[in-house]
């Protein structure tokens, strides 16, 4: 608690729980709408899910702390790496989900 109390009156954890909300922000806008757009076009289009559907539940089944050398290679240790890593955790159920939605809409 002193801790949080020290951190809060001097400013420093009001501005690293804002930096932290935007990256999460922004990493489930990109994730978002790309699972929503691939999900449409699996859910509404027999060819789309026969073009898609099988790389990304492959890709799904890939564990996300695995990639963390690989996105580490890729991006460096900045804000890129971190927003990819977001957008890759929101990116499937979000999929999942619209892909499996109500097929009467």
Same mark, same amino acid.
């Given at each position: 608690?002193?801790?949080?109390w020290?951190l $809060?009156?001097? @400013? /420093?954890?009001?501005?690293?729980?804002? &930096?932290?909300?935007? *990256?999460?922000?922004?990493?489930? %806008?990109?994730?978002?709408?790309?699972?929503?757009?691939?999900?449409?076009?699996s859910?509404l $289009?027999?060819? @789309? /899910?026969?073009?898609?559907?099988?790389? &990304?539940?492959?890709? *799904?089944?890939?564990?996300?702390? %695995?990639?963390?050398?690989?996105?580490?290679?890729?991006?460096?240790?900045?804000?890129?790496?971190?927003?990819f890593?977001?957008?890759?955790?929101t990116?499937?159920?979000?999929?999942i989900?619209?892909?499996?939605?109500?097929?009467q809409y």
């Amino acid at each position: 608690m002193k801790a949080f109390w020290t951190l $809060s009156a001097s @400013g /420093e954890l009001w501005q690293h729980l804002a &930096i932290s909300s935007w *990256r999460a922000l922004v990493g489930f %806008a990109i994730g978002g709408s790309i699972g929503l757009i691939l999900g449409l076009i699996s859910g509404l $289009s027999r060819w @789309g /899910e026969r073009l898609l559907d099988t790389s &990304i539940q492959m890709l *799904r089944n890939v564990p996300h702390l %695995a990639l963390i050398p690989l996105v580490i290679l890729w991006f460096g240790i900045d804000e890129t790496a971190k927003i990819f890593l977001v957008s890759l955790g929101t990116l499937f159920p979000i999929y999942i989900n619209t892909w499996h939605g109500d097929p009467q809409y």
